[in-house]
């Protein structure tokens, strides 16, 4: 594991480590405030991994046609701070210091519209699908970054899209390891 970090790798809310592949679907906090993480999960189709469509769904161009099950995609605006692949690799979408447009109806300890708040991470795959080693290593690099960046992110404040919006969001499922990821966190 890494070492704790002592600098930021943030210029203007843009990780410095991260492809940039910009999305038009966000606007500005209604306070500056990043006081929260939320986790989620994605795959387009559903449980297939290294495809283009998640790109072209937060840059607001996805062939609705490519897929039957990309139907319900048309014309919908939606986006993520950032995506970790399979592999690891890591893109970001929105500046952090913007709002994204990911958590949707939220509420966090009484709070509502969590995106006016949050930064999300998107990891590639489905409830029920292991997510891979290069994929919690990135994730627990990628959150203490942010944890330096944006210090109100503490431990209690990182949740699934699960918890923010229950009954009717379950990312990042079953198949994601908390108890890995958050010991992983405190041990490196």
Same mark, same amino acid.
């Given at each position: *594991? ?7 790798v ?6 410095? #480590? ?11 906090r ?13 795959s ?5 991994f ?8 937060f ?5 609705v046609? $490519? ?11 939606v986006? $993520? ?6 592999d ?16 949707g109806?939220? #509420?966090?300890h009484?709070r509502?519209?969590? #995106? ?23 994730l ?11 210090? *109100? ?6 949740? =699934? ?5 229950p =009954?009717?969001?379950?990312d ?11 010991q992983?966190?405190? #041990?490196?």
């Amino acid at each position: *594991m890494t070492s704790k970090l002592t600098s930021t790798v943030f210029n203007q809310g843009w990780h410095c #480590n991260a492809l940039q592949c910009l999305s038009p679907h966000f606007n500005q906090r209604p306070q500056a405030e990043v006081s929260l993480l939320v986790i989620h999960n994605i795959s387009l189709p559903a449980g297939c991994f290294g495809l283009p469509y998640i790109d072209d769904l937060f840059k607001g161009c996805i062939d609705v046609s $490519a897929d039957p099950s990309f139907k319900d995609l048309q014309g919908l605006t939606v986006s $993520a701070h950032f995506l970790i692949r399979r592999d690891g690799s890591l893109t970001q979408y929105v500046s952090c210091d913007d709002r994204a447009w990911h958590a949707g109806v939220s #509420n966090f300890h009484g709070r509502e519209n969590c #995106n006016d708040f949050a930064i999300g991470i998107e990891l590639e795959g489905t409830d029920d699908v292991a997510y891979t080693d290069k994929q919690y290593q990135q994730l627990v690099s990628l959150t203490q970054q942010i944890q330096l960046q944006y210090p *109100m992110i503490s431990l209690d404040r990182i949740v =699934g899209h699960c918890d923010i919006a229950p =009954g009717r969001k379950t990312d990042p499922g079953d198949s994601f390891d908390w108890q890995r990821y958050r010991q992983d966190l405190t #041990n490196s």
